[in-house]
């Protein structure tokens, strides 16, 4: 258990420092003379066809709504294997991280809130500042070394874990058009065939894959996010099966296994590249004081950490949760910090909320990538320095 889980932190860490060089490539192809040929990449139409029927979407699309389902089947995964048999199939272990990131969604959206209750468009981006991007936080964290115990960075994951699944709430609940019932009906149909064969052992991933495909595109076309299919295929991906010879083995895990390189330096690298490219010619120190890039910097940086280590002492002070072994109130404010950089997952809401609309300039992804940017450093610093 130990073993796995040193070699998945390892993974997210990497992933982090990839994300943070394509992150920067994306700025500069954007602001530089490359811009036209960054833009014309992000709009390249791509189109999948099976005979009389087809998608065809821009590549930025294809990214946000096929890769990000990838992500997210990944993250259906990890959530699953964590509830079953991990850090989060116990009472003790969950409480902790639970009331953290409910705090740690609650307080950025309360003050996305107090800048932006005033407009109904802009308050659609109310759960921008409420996400925390794994890979980055573990990324920073591995910079520490020894300095932080493993018993916080096991809170740490199990909190951003916990966040995901909020995130996948709050994109089904909130973030939904128009419905189509002949989709729906479709992606219930197949959901339910899903449930049917996890209920009767089948074992071949090909099948899964196939009938997940097909919730993806009824999904896709229902007017629900596409990326809520992921999350429900891997729900339906057993834990442990037994092969015809009567071996007892994980899909669950070998998919989990399969996917981490997959995911951790292709699919979220690619959706980081095409997302993060802010136009900075056009935006001045001002347009950061808007309301939305303000609510977004101040939910992250301030809304996180207040949220995260509020509720977290409040919680241990009241006797609900323990402090995690071999740490301290300082350790863990500095792990309540580092929530606040919320990157990716930001990006990804923010995508919804707006619809890559221009109506605030990419202010509001420069207030991502800021907000996020300020959390790491004085979460580093601050780990390093005084905790």
Not at 48 to 76: E, Y
Not at 151 to 171: E, H, V
């Amino acid at each position: 258990m130990l073993d796995s889980l040193q070699d998945f932190i390892k993974k997210e860490s990497s992933s982090g420092i990839v994300l943070i060089l394509v992150t920067f490539l994306a700025l500069l192809f954007q602001n530089s003379h490359l811009t036209d040929f960054y833009s014309s990449f992000l709009h390249m139409s791509v189109q999948i066809s099976f005979g009389d029927f087809g998608i065809a979407k821009p590549l930025l699309l294809w990214v946000n709504d096929g890769l990000m389902a990838i992500f997210f089947f990944l993250v259906g995964l990890e959530v699953k294997r964590e509830i079953l048999e991990g850090e989060l199939s116990s009472k003790e272990q969950i409480i902790l991280p639970a009331i953290a990131a409910l705090g740690g969604m609650l307080i950025p959206a309360l003050i996305f809130l107090f800048f932006n209750h005033h407009d109904a468009f802009a308050l659609q981006g109310w759960a921008i500042p409420t996400a925390t991007d794994i890979a980055f936080a573990l990324g920073i964290l591995s910079l520490l070394g020894k300095r932080v115990p493993l018993s916080l960075k096991i809170f740490l994951m199990a909190l951003a874990i916990i966040d995901d699944l909020g995130a996948i709430l709050i994109i089904a609940l909130f973030y939904t058009s128009e419905l189509s019932l002949v989709s729906i009906i479709v992606a219930s149909v197949s959901l339910l065939i899903l449930v049917i064969m996890n209920f009767l052992g089948v074992t071949k991933k090909a099948a899964y894959i196939l009938i997940g495909l097909i919730l993806w595109v009824s999904v896709l076309k229902s007017g629900v996010h596409a990326t809520i299919a992921g999350v429900l295929l891997a729900f339906c991906i057993p834990l442990y099966s037994r092969t015809i010879d009567n071996k007892r083995f994980s899909m669950l895990k070998e998919m989990e296994h399969d996917l981490h390189y997959w995911v951790a330096f292709f699919v979220l690298p690619l959706f980081a590249f095409v997302n993060a490219g802010v136009d900075l010619k056009g935006l001045s120190p001002s347009s950061l004081l808007a309301d939305v890039p303000l609510g977004i910097m101040l939910g992250l940086f301030i809304g996180k950490q207040l949220g995260v280590f509020g509720f977290s002492f409040l919680a241990i002070k009241l006797g609900l949760a323990k402090l995690p072994t071999g740490s301290t109130f300082k350790q863990l404010y500095g792990i309540a910090i580092l929530t606040g950089i919320g990157f990716t997952m930001s990006l990804f809401v923010d995508s919804l909320a707006y619809n890559d609309t221009e109506l605030f300039f990419y202010a509001d992804k420069l207030a991502i990538l800021l907000g996020s940017f300020f959390s790491g450093l004085l979460g580093y610093l601050f780990l390093r320095k005084i905790a």
